[in-house]
């Protein structure tokens, strides 16, 4: 570990009791004969990923090893919608290479929507619709049994589908797998993600089957979606096909191949307008509800995206939605000195005015996020779709996201969630982390970006501030659960938010603080870039943060994100006489962290002394700082006057002359 020693504006202060000086600097400290208080003892990798470091798939430093590799998952996906039935009917290939060293005996698949099925284990909520038909599974052309002990089979068991090959997928080999499907939509199905509302909007994600995760560290990643624990997959491409009847608009992950055969003529040409413009663009109004594509055949009109390099795909499907579009800039993405641009799309009802701004809240999020992460947005759109009644606050997809019309709340508030969604373009979108598991490395991590962002665009923005006292106000409960528990295990649904989203965020601002802000952006920006289009786990975040801060900080990952610790720090007493001022500070809490005091003197001279975490380290409760005499007294004593730190209690933080 590296203390971390400073004073401002006077180098006199000493520790008493930790033998400082200003010509020595520190001296070794001695410990206390028993312990005070519990240490945060070290964090040990579970043995899988310790495996997985070993075999050179990862490294002690917190970047991809050698040996990395992850498998990979394209579709080929024809569906079809039927409003007045709320059906969905598909058709897919699925093109899976192992790029894995080991043969696979077994493929894995996730039937989302199941979690609509009857008798299904979930731990929310859900209409049951009957979950998804599956009518046809074949591999490699050849087709596939339900059931049985040999041969080629396939069995489903809740959300997931176990397909058995005839013989091991080998390593470096691909596979196709086709299946048949069809399923009734749920009004706001996968707990609020996808569905339908007042007949004129349909939002489709989660609608197929998609490949499970096979990776580095435990295989196939077993566990089913309950309802609360989100997403996990490899990164892929998709040629996507959606028939929809005439005049209703698709809209979706991907880059849409056949505006002209889609999209009515006025339409299109507003439609090529918008994403060249600075501006927003009205592609649809009103008053085009009812010309807005093209005849199509026997009134259906077909609309065909690609995309590369996503891990998932969604779509829209609205009858009666305003059209906004325009573009803004992502930054230089291929190093040629120019500066590229994605295009923004706001799709809404007129019953959501507040949407009215909502393209360009896209736009200053997406631009904003490009440059502070590093790294420029990559796809071709950016889309929001306002979905009041499926959707309650916003979910996130590849290049889409939902969010709920805010009418009854503000600009800030609509911006917010916003920011928020589009933030996941980066967590879980590029960098690929298990939400099912880990959801405050998406969540928690999102989070953080959306506090940036909202102060980058109200400057008067508390973001920070709003999650500290989320997370302190369940604290002061006693009802938290640790960040590392597992996603769809809290015990509450207030200790899974909490867990998931303020308290890593306000972890990270604490981070920040402790390292320095440049530190910390500098550990931040090489986690994302190290790991883009891959899939981390939190040790990888953990080592590469010490990396570049040259610190052992597992004092700090044991204590914030293992435990349930809260800090409380103190100014037990002031004393002044003949000698100097006598200063005593406590840590009532279980949380150790460095105690940043600020002294203040009747002339106004100021001074900060920095009691290190450590001297909490050795098991102490206490530390005396004793200052030389001085001409002027001590008038005010306080801990973290930059309120960096989430201090549970910080009426003790302050001690003033009475």
Not at 79 to 95: A, C, H, M, N, W
Not at 104 to 127: F, I, K, M, Y
Not at 285 to 302: C, H, K, S, W
Request: one cysteine or more; charged letters at 20%; a negative charge.
């Amino acid at each position: 570990m590296i203390t971390r020693w400073f004073t401002a504006f006077t180098t006199a202060a000493l520790l008493a009791g930790c033998g400082t000086s200003p010509s020595t600097g520190p001296a070794p400290m001695q410990g206390p004969a028993r312990l005070e208080r519990p240490i945060p003892y070290p964090v040990t990798p579970p043995a899988e990923y310790q495996r997985a470091v070993a075999s050179g798939t990862r490294t002690a430093t917190g970047a991809p090893g050698a040996r990395y590799w992850q498998n990979r998952a394209d579709y080929q996906i024809r569906t079809r919608v039927i409003p007045d039935q709320k059906r969905l009917e598909g058709s897919e290939t699925i093109t899976y290479t192992n790029n894995s060293p080991n043969p696979l005996a077994q493929l894995h698949v996730d039937l989302t929507l199941n979690q609509n099925a009857p008798g299904v284990v979930r731990n929310e909520p859900a209409e049951v619709t009957g979950g998804v038909e599956v009518t046809r599974v074949a591999l490699d052309g050849q087709a596939v049994a339900q059931g049985g002990r040999e041969g080629a089979r396939y069995a489903i068991n809740g959300t997931r589908m176990v397909i058995v090959p005839s013989a091991p997928v080998a390593p470096g080999a691909t596979v196709r797998i086709g299946v048949d499907w069809a399923f009734k939509v749920p009004q706001a199905g996968g707990s609020g993600r996808m569905g339908y509302s007042e007949e004129n909007l349909f939002f489709f994600a989660y609608f197929y089957p998609a490949m499970a995760v096979y990776d580095d560290v435990v295989g196939w990643h077993p566990d089913p979606f309950r309802g609360t624990g989100e997403f996990y997959a490899d990164f892929g491409s998709y040629d996507v096909t959606f028939e929809a009847p005439a005049q209703w608009i698709v809209f979706g992950t991907g880059a849409l191949q056949n505006a002209e055969q889609a999209l009515a003529p006025a339409i299109l040409q507003r439609y090529r307008q918008g994403v060249e413009s600075d501006q927003v663009v009205h592609v649809v109004t009103p008053a085009d509800f009812e010309r807005v594509t093209t005849a199509g055949q026997n009134g259906m009109v077909t609309w065909r995206f690609r995309a590369d390099s996503v891990r998932d795909v969604a779509y829209s499907v609205t009858r009666a939605s305003n059209w906004d579009a325009r573009r803004t800039a992502v930054g230089d993405r291929n190093g040629d000195g120019r500066t590229d641009h994605t295009a923004i799309h706001a799709f809404w009802r007129p019953n959501a005015p507040r949407w009215a701004g909502a393209a360009d809240m896209e736009a200053h999020a997406i631009t904003f996020l490009s440059e502070f992460t590093g790294i420029p947005y990559p796809w071709p759109h950016m889309t929001s779709v306002e979905a009041e009644d499926i959707i309650s606050g916003g979910m996130e997809y590849p290049m889409m996201t939902i969010i709920s019309s805010f009418t009854r709340s503000s600009d800030q508030g609509l911006y917010g969630t916003t920011a928020h969604e589009l933030a996941h373009m980066w967590v879980p979108m590029i960098v690929s982390v298990d939400e099912r598991r880990y959801a405050w490395m998406d969540e928690g991590m999102t989070t953080y970006h959306e506090a940036q962002a909202r102060k980058d665009t109200f400057p008067t923005s508390t973001g920070e501030i709003e999650d500290r006292e989320s997370y302190l106000g369940l604290a002061r409960t006693g009802g938290e659960g640790e960040i590392m528990r597992r996603s769809d295990f809290h015990y509450t649904g207030a200790a899974y938010g909490v867990a998931s989203y303020p308290k890593p965020s306000t972890n990270f601002v604490s981070l920040r603080g402790i390292l320095g802000e440049a530190t910390f952006n500098r550990a931040w920006r090489t986690f994302l870039q190290r790991w883009a289009w891959k899939h981390p786990y939190p040790w990888d975040f953990f080592n590469t943060v010490e990396e570049v801060a040259g610190e052992d900080l597992d004092w700090f990952w044991r204590t914030w994100f293992y435990e349930t610790w809260t800090l409380d720090q103190a100014v037990g007493s002031v004393a002044e006489g003949a000698g100097g001022a006598t200063i005593v500070i406590e840590d009532r809490g279980l949380a150790p962290m460095p105690a940043r005091v600020t002294i203040t003197r009747e002339n106004g001279e100021t001074q900060m002394i920095e009691v290190p975490v450590e001297t909490w380290l050795e098991g102490r409760r206490t530390a005396t700082l004793t200052l030389p005499r001085h001409a002027s007294p001590v008038i005010r004593v306080e801990i973290d006057a930059e309120n960096a730190f989430p201090d549970i209690q910080r009426d003790n933080n302050v001690w003033a002359r009475q």
